[in-house]
């Protein structure tokens, strides 16, 4: 394995925290893979100088959303930063936005902000243990594909 892609492998922090939801939090759920969207946007608004915001192509990064709320998408405010989380080597995906990006298509607008988030950056906002060494193992395999 290259020296590069062995720095991207992850080991296991037995001390991790993770972030679980609370009553009114909002979360992302991909698989086993959950996010507290609260815990994070909190954090990011109170460290903003450690958080990337980039502007980005809406064709780039819409994935055609599977439940898009009808009733919430004409509330949404597309000048406020979506969240992009690297959830494997290099790929991003939005984690927080989808209804903003959805406004933002069908408005014809051609970019929104996003704060861009590493790995390393969203990973401590997972809501489990479990979730958490899912993940690091997950992250690890893509590493090993990249061979």
Same mark, same amino acid.
């Given at each position: 394995?290259?020296? =590069?892609?062995? /720095? /991207? !492998? /992850?080991?296991?922090?037995?001390?991790? +925290?993770?972030?679980?939801?609370?009553? @009114?939090?909002?979360?992302?759920?991909?698989?086993?893979? +959950?996010?507290?969207?609260?815990?994070? !946007?909190?954090?990011? &608004? &109170? &460290?903003?100088?450690?958080?990337? #915001? $980039?502007?980005?192509?809406?064709?780039?990064?819409?994935? @055609?959303?599977?439940?898009?709320?009808?009733?919430?998408?004409?509330? +949404?405010?597309?000048? +406020?930063? %979506?969240? !992009?989380?690297?959830?494997?080597?290099?790929? *991003?995906?939005? %984690?927080?936005?989808?209804?903003?990006?959805?406004? =933002?298509? $069908?408005?014809?607008?051609?970019?929104?902000? =996003?704060?861009? #988030?590493?790995?390393?950056?969203? /990973?401590?906002? #997972?809501?489990?243990?479990?979730?958490? $060494? =899912?993940?690091?193992? *997950?992250?690890? @395999?893509?590493?090993?594909?990249?061979?």
């Amino acid at each position: 394995m290259s020296k =590069a892609k062995n /720095l /991207l !492998l /992850l080991k296991i922090d037995e001390n991790f +925290v993770p972030a679980p939801t609370e009553q @009114g939090d909002e979360y992302y759920p991909n698989g086993i893979f +959950v996010f507290n969207i609260t815990k994070m !946007l909190n954090y990011i &608004n &109170n &460290n903003r100088e450690e958080f990337e #915001l $980039r502007i980005i192509k809406i064709k780039d990064h819409r994935s @055609g959303f599977g439940v898009i709320n009808e009733d919430h998408i004409g509330k +949404v405010d597309i000048s +406020v930063p %979506i969240i !992009l989380a690297e959830i494997s080597p290099g790929r *991003y995906n939005v %984690i927080d936005g989808n209804h903003r990006m959805e406004k =933002a298509y $069908r408005d014809g607008v051609e970019t929104i902000p =996003a704060y861009v #988030l590493t790995m390393r950056q969203h /990973l401590s906002f #997972l809501t489990t243990v479990e979730a958490y $060494r =899912a993940y690091i193992n *997950y992250w690890n @395999g893509k590493v090993k594909e990249m061979e």
